[in-house]
């Protein structure tokens, strides 16, 4: 009697021993499943932050840039105008963040100007119009683009032709903030946010 009453016991322990054996794996299957997941999602973020294109400029001095790579002694705000028409969004972008921002010695500010859809027989007398009205030692923080127009319009995240676009650029020629269209109160705060976040991870 007893020995057949310990064989159910003993089978009965051993089924219960292989369930909860069996329901650890499948719970550690879920948490690895889980954490893949994350990692998965976590990852593009890191992997895929938005590097911006290498291109040519000269600035209005005449000096012939590459971007991102010569801007990296600073952060950078590119403050972009594609036509005459834009003047009027970029230069209050461009002197509310000299005003605001440009004090601080981590960040650089440039203005831009796309003149590659212009004819480049136009190029010498706009060039030479936009120096007369910009004071000569602020001509190497003011940039003539002239070429791959089309590659700028996928980096400012094109929505038309005259508006202002707002680009921060980390010391790596990463695009850490971006903004299109006219100047406002919190489009300000959400730049000095960014910038304010850009400054901490440089101290």
Known sequence: MEGR????????????GGDRAAAGKAR???????AAVLIFVAAPAALQAETFPTVPVKTLGGTSLKLPGALRSTDSLLVIGFTQKSEKETVVWRKAAE??????PRLTVYPVIVIAGIPGIFHGLIIAGIRAGYPRRAWDHFLVVSRD???WKVAVGWQGPDRAYVILLDRAGRIVWRHSGEYTASGARALARAVSSLASRTR
């Open 99 to 104: 005003r605001e921002l440009a004090a601080d």
């Open 5 to 16: 009453s310990t064989v159910p016991r003993i089978v009965a322990d051993l089924r219960t």
């Open 149 to 151: 127009e089309e590659r």
């Open 28 to 34: 550690r299957r879920r948490l690895a499943g889980v």
